[in-house]
Protein backbone atom coordinates (compact mmCIF):
# COMPACT_ATOMS: atom_id res chain seq x y z
CA UNK A 1 0.00 0.00 0.00
CA UNK A 2 1.20 2.99 -0.71
CA UNK A 3 1.11 6.13 2.05
CA UNK A 4 0.57 9.92 1.24
CA UNK A 5 3.45 12.05 2.29
CA UNK A 6 1.28 13.68 4.92
CA UNK A 7 0.66 10.57 6.58
CA UNK A 8 4.55 9.47 6.35
CA UNK A 9 5.36 13.16 7.80
CA UNK A 10 3.21 12.97 10.79
CA UNK A 11 4.10 9.05 11.67
CA UNK A 12 7.49 10.31 11.67
CA UNK A 13 6.77 13.03 13.80
CA UNK A 14 4.57 11.19 16.24
CA UNK A 15 7.46 9.06 16.85
CA UNK A 16 9.74 11.69 17.32
CA UNK A 17 7.48 13.72 19.79
CA UNK A 18 6.48 10.88 21.76
CA UNK A 19 9.77 9.21 21.96
CA UNK A 20 8.38 5.85 20.71
CA UNK A 21 10.19 3.16 18.81
CA UNK A 22 9.97 2.09 15.40
CA UNK A 23 7.49 -1.23 16.71
CA UNK A 24 5.33 1.37 19.17
CA UNK A 25 4.83 3.60 15.88
CA UNK A 26 4.02 1.04 13.53
CA UNK A 27 1.36 -0.46 16.53
CA UNK A 28 0.06 3.08 17.04
CA UNK A 29 -0.77 3.80 13.16
CA UNK A 30 -1.79 0.18 12.42
CA UNK A 31 1.53 -0.07 9.83
CA UNK A 32 3.90 -2.64 9.25
CA UNK A 33 7.14 -1.94 11.19
CA UNK A 34 9.87 -2.05 8.11
CA UNK A 35 7.40 0.97 6.24
CA UNK A 36 8.30 2.98 9.34
CA UNK A 37 11.83 1.98 9.57
CA UNK A 38 11.90 2.56 6.00
CA UNK A 39 10.87 6.05 5.95
CA UNK A 40 12.72 7.07 8.64
CA UNK A 41 16.15 5.51 6.42
CA UNK A 42 14.75 7.15 3.19
CA UNK A 43 14.57 10.67 5.24
CA UNK A 44 18.26 10.21 6.36
CA UNK A 45 19.13 9.03 3.10
CA UNK A 46 17.72 12.94 1.28
CA UNK A 47 18.93 14.71 4.61
CA UNK A 48 22.69 13.54 4.24
CA UNK A 49 22.81 13.93 0.49
CA UNK A 50 21.71 17.98 1.27
CA UNK A 51 23.51 18.76 4.39
CA UNK A 52 25.60 20.80 2.11
CA UNK A 53 22.59 23.57 1.37
CA UNK A 54 21.05 23.89 4.73
CA UNK A 55 21.53 24.49 8.19
CA UNK A 56 19.96 22.86 11.68
CA UNK A 57 19.57 20.07 13.12
CA UNK A 58 16.90 17.14 12.77
CA UNK A 59 16.92 14.38 15.36
CA UNK A 60 15.76 10.81 14.50
CA UNK A 61 14.28 9.75 18.05
CA UNK A 62 15.33 6.38 19.90
CA UNK A 63 15.70 3.10 17.64
CA UNK A 64 16.52 5.70 14.37
CA UNK A 65 18.52 2.92 12.61
CA UNK A 66 20.21 1.44 16.35
CA UNK A 67 18.92 0.29 18.85
CA UNK A 68 18.51 2.66 21.45
CA UNK A 69 20.00 5.25 19.32
CA UNK A 70 19.42 9.05 18.71
CA UNK A 71 20.78 9.87 14.92
CA UNK A 72 21.41 13.86 14.53
CA UNK A 73 21.22 14.22 11.35
CA UNK A 74 21.91 17.85 9.36
CA UNK A 75 19.47 19.72 7.39
Known amino acids: MSY ?7 VIS ?5 GLSIRETAKQFRIGPAS ?3 WINQIAA ?10 GMLVLGKNAGHTGS ?3 ILV
Do not use: A, G, P, Q
Open 70 to 72: TTK
Open 14 to 18: TREEE
Open 36 to 38: VSR
Open 46 to 55: LLNNSESCCS
Open 4 to 10: SIDFRRK
